[in-house]
């Protein structure tokens, strides 16, 4: 079956720390995104890529990194410099083209120790 | 500035109608979704409008009016399963990306 999949599901970082999360997509979709989402706030885009070895920023990009050498692949890395990363990181993807839904994966819940 | 809003939390009773609102302030305007969330899970498609009026798919029913920058989320016959959260997003006209823009999403209370 085709589908968005994430990974772990649940992810504890330490102080200091990096740490990467992953999502694999096999719907060929070009586009994919990474979202964060808080308690009583919307999805928040971190970033987003439309391409294989392109990616933009969205509007909460500072502190996080990713990578886009796959068109199935598109991890995305928290790092230190992410004073606040509690949330829970949900990654989608789509064909790309404006009026096309997006698919989401099952969500990867970040903790800090 | 970009701005959807949305009621934080509503309450049904089980087998009633419940409508959702969401309106919404963007620098442009390239179509609207509805989103259905569990907790703790992905949230799933419910509904697209980009012209204005009633899109209707089963027991879900979902409007547009651009001039009024208003949608709602229209559920009939209200089943426990229907108890989530639903998430009005819409991709604002000055992207070309697929890239949507949130609410904080109504959590929907159904009960018996």
């Known amino acids: 079956d085709g589908g968005i999949t994430q990974s772990p599901k649940y992810l504890f970082r330490k102080e200091g720390q990096n740490v990467t999360l992953s999502c694999e997509q096999n719907?060929?979709?070009?586009?994919m995104y990474w979202y964060r989402q808080d308690p009583g706030q919307g999805l928040r885009l971190i970033y987003y890529s439309q391409i294989v070895n392109d990616f933009q920023k969205g509007d909460i990009a500072e502190g996080y990194s990713v990578s886009r050498e796959k068109k199935e692949s598109f991890p995305l890395t928290v790092t230190s410099a992410q004073k606040n990363p509690t949330a829970f990181y949900l990654c989608?993807?789509?064909?790309?083209?404006?009026?096309?839904?997006?698919?989401f994966g099952s969500g990867t819940q970040l903790s800090v120790l | 500035g970009q701005n959807i809003d949305q009621p934080t939390e509503m309450t049904a009773t089980e087998g009633a109608i419940v409508q959702i609102n969401c309106t919404y302030q963007?620098?442009?305007?390239?179509?609207l979704f509805w989103y259905q969330q569990h907790a703790g899970e992905a949230p799933t498609f419910l509904s697209y409008?980009?012209?204005?009026g009633l899109e209707e798919k089963g027991r879900f029913s979902s409007f547009l009016s651009r001039s009024k920058g208003y949608s709602y989320l229209l559920l009939k016959e209200l089943q426990m399963k229907d108890s989530a959260s639903y998430l009005c997003a819409v991709r604002d006209g000055s992207s070309n990306t697929g890239k949507l823009i949130f609410g904080q999403g109504t959590t929907l209370q159904v009960k018996p």
């Open positions: 989608a993807s789509s064909v790309g083209t404006p009026g096309e839904k997006l698919f």
């Open positions: 963007t620098s442009g305007f390239n179509g």
């Open positions: 409008n980009v012209l204005d």
């Open positions: 719907l060929n979709h070009d586009a």
